[in-house]
């Protein structure tokens, strides 16, 4: 049974602009317009288990800070960036269905306190799960497919929610790492960290459109095996 969700009542049509917005309302001053307002935001953020409206284990917090090449790290996320994200989800494919492909829905940028580049989280509504990839890309069994290399990791996966309407059937979902101040050579361990932030905040997503099963994702991460 398809779980119960706020997100489900929500009309697709009026939700876009406002679900597109809302994350940057937390985004900061002109000499860095991506970064927190102020000190005391950038302390908030590094402090909380929560990041953009996702709540991070302690596992997954370590997994970001090393990313973000830190002991602790800015978002220009908020409370409200999951939920708007998965509202402008279900808007796009309510306006276009499988036609919104490329079309992305930022969930926030994450920063190393000393950085100006940051790791950038979005979602998109995919066309289908590529049968080709670049050989710099470890395949990995999670969701219907996951990628990994240190710069880049998508996460698909299939969604059965009453959120994008009674007659959608499944949605196919993708989950982006982007993170261009990696390495370029590949690494273990930060292809290990990019499944283990992108897992966490597909899982949330999966969560708040009321995914059945959780879309197949596991409730807690592990290095999944390589496919």
Same mark, same amino acid.
């Given at each position: 049974?398809?779980?119960?969700?706020?997100?489900?009542?929500?009309?697709?049509?009026?939700?876009?602009? &406002?679900?597109?917005?809302?994350?940057?309302? &937390?985004?900061?001053?002109?000499?860095?317009p991506g970064r927190p307002q102020t000190t005391e935001q950038?302390?908030?953020?590094?402090?909380?288990?929560?990041?953009?409206?996702?709540?991070?284990?302690?596992?997954?917090?370590?997994?970001?800070?090393?990313?973000?090449?830190?002991?602790?790290?800015?978002?220009?996320?908020?409370?409200?960036?999951?939920?708007?994200?998965?509202?402008?989800?279900?808007?796009?494919?309510? #306006?276009?269905?499988?036609?919104?492909?490329?079309? #992305?829905?930022?969930?926030?940028?994450v920063y190393g306190t000393t950085d100006t580049m940051g790791i950038d989280l979005s979602f998109q509504l995919p066309e289908g799960i590529p049968t080709s990839v670049s050989p710099k890309f470890k395949r990995y069994e999670m969701g219907e497919l996951a990628l990994s290399r240190p710069p880049k990791a998508s996460l698909y996966m299939k969604c059965s929610s009453d959120a994008f309407g009674s007659d959608s059937?499944?949605?196919?979902?993708?989950?982006?790492?982007?993170?261009?101040?990696?390495?370029?050579?590949?690494?273990?361990?930060?292809?290990?960290?990019n499944l283990n932030v992108l897992h966490t905040v597909s899982l949330a997503m999966a969560k708040e459109l009321g995914c059945e099963g959780d879309a197949d994702l596991p409730g807690q991460f592990s290095l999944p095996q390589e496919s």
């Open positions: 049974m398809v779980n119960n969700n706020p997100v489900r009542r929500l009309a697709a049509t009026t939700v876009a602009v &406002a679900a597109l917005a809302a994350p940057l309302a &937390a985004c900061g001053s002109e000499d860095n950038s302390k908030a953020a590094s402090a909380s288990p929560n990041m953009c409206g996702v709540q991070l284990s302690a596992g997954t917090r370590r997994a970001l800070l090393h990313l973000a090449g830190s002991k602790e790290f800015e978002s220009s996320g908020s409370q409200d960036s999951l939920s708007n994200t998965a509202k402008a989800l279900v808007s796009g494919y309510g #306006e276009n269905g499988a036609d919104d492909y490329g079309k #992305e829905y930022d969930l926030c940028t059937g499944t949605v196919l979902i993708q989950g982006d790492l982007t993170n261009t101040q990696a390495p370029s050579r590949d690494d273990a361990t930060v292809r290990k960290d």
